[in-house]
């Protein structure tokens, strides 16, 4: 049975619990991670606030971190995390009736049950990181995917942690998520850390963009993990857990409807010095 208490599990879960059930998660104490090109101090100074921040909503809950640090700078391809590494993504194709409106709920369940203690186990080993999320009336549909920065050995042991989550496990069997899709583990071929940025972008930004993401993802997932606490109901099966994703969505929804013009726009229109920019959606 899923309960609030394993929700909220410290870091220091482990073995087959860790697998099936969310744990809060620091997703910028990714090990390894090392700049590339040159941030003004402005960057360095809102970044580095970000993840104290994140660390300190962690302490709350009486985490300990010994001996994790805090990266600022983006990863290289040769900061010896290990292994050679490369972008791999683990992609969850979602059911989605096309009479109905995708139900973007599930992507929080897998978000936080799923792919988060996965993250969490290979810390360690994986230098960059982001969630996808989209849903268009095309093949791919609504998916979600994990897309990180390692070597293949870390790719292959955290596939096969997914693959034995018991949460994804029900959502497969219930037929909410319809396949699970992964790469090739003998065919890597994205080694250069701007690799799965738009290619239309300056090689400067698609170097340093996944630094960018890596915390919007990071504080996304900390909204979710946040809202885990204090619940006392427990949950029996995907469906009852969806129930408290869906209330989780509602409130994220309303954060980013009343706050996000401030917290996010404003303060990056302050870090690129007030200067306007075309903008197009």
Not at 84 to 110: G, M, Q, Y
Request: hydrophobic fraction near 40%; glycine fraction near 8%.
């Amino acid at each position: 049975m899923i309960t609030a208490r394993s929700v909220r599990k410290s870091l220091h879960c482990t073995g087959k619990e860790q697998e099936s059930t969310p744990c809060h998660f620091p997703g910028h104490d990714i090990e390894g991670a090392k700049m590339r090109g040159r941030l003004s101090w402005g960057v360095v100074v809102a970044l580095t606030v970000m993840m104290l921040a994140i660390v300190s909503a962690c302490s709350r809950y009486g985490h300990d971190l010994p001996g994790m640090h805090t990266p600022i700078f983006p990863p290289g391809t040769d900061d010896g995390v290990g292994e050679d590494k490369n972008w791999w993504s683990c992609k969850f194709k979602i059911a989605w009736p096309h009479e109905r409106k995708a139900d973007f709920t599930v992507d929080l369940l897998l978000a936080h049950a799923v792919a988060a203690p996965a993250l969490l186990d290979h810390r360690q080993d994986i230098a960059a990181w982001r969630f996808h999320r989209r849903a268009s009336e095309d093949e791919a549909g609504h998916q979600f995917s994990l897309i990180f920065f390692a070597g293949a050995e870390t790719a292959a042991s955290l596939y096969a942690q997914v693959d034995e989550n018991r949460i994804l496990k029900e959502a497969l069997e219930d037929g909410l998520v319809e396949k699970r899709i992964i790469d090739d583990i003998g065919s890597p071929h994205q080694s250069h850390i701007g690799d799965t940025s738009d290619e239309s972008w300056s090689e400067d930004l698609q170097n340093n963009w996944p630094s960018f993401i890596m915390g919007v993802s990071a504080l996304w997932l900390g909204l979710i993990d946040d809202s885990f606490a204090g619940v006392p109901a427990d949950y029996a099966d995907v469906d009852e857990l969806l129930g408290q994703y869906a209330q989780t969505e509602e409130k994220i929804d309303e954060i980013w409807r009343k706050e996000g013009d401030h917290a996010f726009f404003h303060h990056l229109y302050a870090i690129f010095g007030y200067n306007p920019l075309l903008m197009r959606f």
